[in-house]
C-alpha cells in the first residue's frame, strides 16, 4: 500500500512538472531573463548569530519562574483532591473492601494546571481484566448512586478505568484497579523530584513544551509523559555536581536480607531484578514496602553527600537539557545508532534498534517503544529547541504550537499504523479530470 502511495504521488508531480515547463515555455524569453537578474541580485539572510550559553541562560532563568507560575496546579484541583479524597475514597473503600490510593502527577511532584487526578484502588484476589472490570462497573454503580457524577468505563485500555464525570462531563478521576507498578513509579519519581526545587519546575516546563509541540501523548504514538521525567532525571544525574542520585545509590537492603544490594549484584538494571516479592500480595492486596530510600535528608545526607553542590540557574540547566537529548549521537535512524538509557545506574549503551530506549529503572522495561522514523521525528524537536535556545529566543517562541503530529504518528506506536491511516484520509491531489487524459488514465489505474 505504501509503494502505491508513493508511486501515485511521484505521477502526479511528474505530471505537474510538465505542465510547468509547458507554461514556462510560453513566457516572453526577456520576462525570464528580468526575474533571473532579479533573483541573481537577492541575498540570504544569515541565520541569528549564537548567543553566548550564560547570556541565553541568564535571560531563560525569570522566563522560567514566571512560566512556572501557570504551570503550577489551580486551586480549584488541590480542593478536586480533598474531595476525592474525603468523599469518594471512604464511600469506594467500604463497598470495594480495598484501599484508595491517588497516584501520577497530582503525587509524583510534576502535577501541572489542567491535569487529571489517577486513583487505584488495590483489591487482593484481583488479578484478571475480567475481575477489574467488575469492581469498575461496582465504582460506577455507587458513584451514580451517590449521585457524585456519571461514569464512563474505558474496557478496552490495557488497564481499564472507570472515567468519574461530573454534570457538564468534564473529569474529576479515573479510576483504575491493582495499577500497582504505576502505584510505585509515582513514589520513585516522587522520591527523586523532592531533592530539588529545580527538578519539579524544569518537569512541568518540559512536559509543556512537548505537549505545545505534539510530541507527549503516549496514545498517539510520541512520548509519554513518564519517559519525559526519565529524560530529565538522566540529564540531572549527569550534571557535575549531580543533582540527582542514581536508583541504585538509594536502595535500601532486600526485606529479610542480611547484606545491602550492590550495583554489581545486578545482571539486569532495574530494581525488581533484586527484589524477590513482587509489588504487591495477591492473597492480602498489601504493597511490598518500598525498595528505595524516599527520605530527602537520608538520601542528601548519609548516602549521596555530593547532592545540593550544584548551582546551576534553571536556565542552565534548561539549556543543557535540550542540547544532550538535541546531540547528533541521538538521532538514531540508522542500524546500530540507538542508544539505550537506564537511570537505575545513570548509564548508556547502544543499541541496534536505531532509536532511544529508556528503561524504568523499577522494572527494567521500554518505557516508550516506537520506530525509528517516529523516534528521529521527535529528536527533531529536541533539535530545534537547542538551535533556538543557541540563538537565544524566548519561551514563548520555543513553545510555539505545532500544528501537525511529527511524521509517523497518529496511532499508537506511530509506523505503518499510522501511515496507513493517514493514507485513508481525504488528499489534496488535484482530480483526475484536471490531468491530461494519460496521466489520469495512469493515476486511476495506481489507485485501482
Not at 88 to 111: A, D, I, M, Q, Y
Not at 236 to 249: E, F, G, I, T, W
Not at 329 to 342: I, L, P, Q, W
Request: glycine residues 8%.
Amino acid at each position: 500500500h505504501r509503494g502505491l502511495e508513493v508511486r501515485k504521488h511521484v505521477r502526479v508531480l511528474m505530471v505537474a512538472t510538465a505542465m510547468f515547463r509547458r507554461q514556462l515555455a510560453r513566457i516572453p524569453a526577456a520576462a525570464v531573463q528580468a526575474v533571473s537578474r532579479t533573483f541573481t541580485t537577492v541575498r540570504l539572510r544569515p541565520p541569528p548569530p549564537s548567543v553566548s550559553f550564560a547570556s541565553s541562560a541568564e535571560k531563560l532563568t525569570p522566563q522560567l519562574l514566571d512560566q512556572d507560575k501557570l504551570l503550577v496546579p489551580t486551586d480549584e484541583q488541590r480542593e478536586l483532591k480533598h474531595w476525592i479524597e474525603e468523599t469518594v475514597k471512604p464511600l469506594l473503600e467500604r463497598h470495594s473492601g480495598g484501599v484508595f490510593h491517588t497516584f501520577g502527577s497530582c503525587e509524583n511532584g510534576f502535577w501541572m494546571n489542567g491535569s487529571d487526578i489517577d486513583a487505584c484502588l488495590v483489591l487482593p484476589y484481583c488479578t484478571r481484566k475480567s475481575s477489574w472490570l467488575t469492581k469498575l462497573r461496582l465504582v460506577q454503580h455507587l458513584a451514580e448512586r451517590e449521585q457524585l457524577g456519571s461514569v464512563e468505563l474505558v474496557k478496552g485500555a490495557r488497564v481499564p478505568v472507570a472515567k468519574l464525570l461530573d454534570a457538564q462531563g468534564a473529569g474529576l478521576c479515573d479510576v483504575s484497579v491493582n495499577n500497582v507498578a504505576a502505584l510505585e513509579n509515582s513514589r520513585f519519581v516522587a522520591a527523586l523530584s523532592c531533592l530539588d526545587w529545580r527538578v519539579p519546575v524544569l518537569g512541568r516546563f518540559i512536559k509543556h513544551w512537548a505537549s505545545q509541540r505534539r510530541i507527549n501523548n503516549r496514545s498517539e504514538g510520541t512520548l509519554s509523559t513518564y519517559t519525559l521525567i526519565l529524560q530529565l532525571f538522566y540529564f540531572l544525574q549527569k550534571r557535575d555536581p549531580p543533582l540527582l542520585p542514581s536508583v541504585a545509590n538509594i536502595l535500601l537492603e532486600e526485606p529479610g536480607s542480611n547484606s545491602a544490594v550492590t550495583p554489581t549484584e545486578v545482571s539486569m538494571k532495574a530494581v525488581n531484578a533484586l527484589v524477590s516479592t513482587a509489588e504487591m500480595d495477591e492473597t492480602s492486596g498489601e504493597l511490598r514496602p518500598l525498595p528505595f530510600l524516599t527520605d530527602a535528608n537520608t538520601i542528601c545526607g548519609d548516602r549521596c553527600p555530593e547532592l545540593g553542590q550544584n548551582q546551576e540557574s534553571l536556565g542552565e540547566l534548561l539549556l543543557g537539557f535540550f542540547q544532550l537529548w538535541g546531540r547528533e549521537e541521538f538521532r538514531g535512524g540508522d542500524e546500530g545508532s540507538g542508544h539505550t538509557v537506564y537511570v537505575y545506574d545513570a548509564s548508556q549503551e547502544p543499541n541496534d534498534l536505531g532509536v532511544l530506549v529508556m528503561r524504568c529503572p523499577l522494572t527494567g522495561k521500554n518505557v516508550n517503544p516506537f520506530t525509528s522514523t517516529v523516534w528521529r521525528a521527535i529528536h527533531a524537536e529536541f533539535e530545534r529547541a537547542a538551535l533556538l535556545l543557541r540563538q537565544g529566543c524566548s519561551l514563548q517562541q520555543l513553545c510555539e504550537a505545532a500544528v501537525d503530529l511529527p511524521v509517523g504518528c497518529g496511532h499508537r506506536g506511530g509506523g505503518i499504523g499510522a501511515t496507513l491511516a493517514q493514507a485513508l484520509l481525504p488528499t489534496d491531489l488535484a482530480p483526475a479530470s484536471s490531468l491530461p487524459a494519460a496521466s489520469a488514465a495512469a493515476v486511476t489505474r495506481e489507485e485501482a
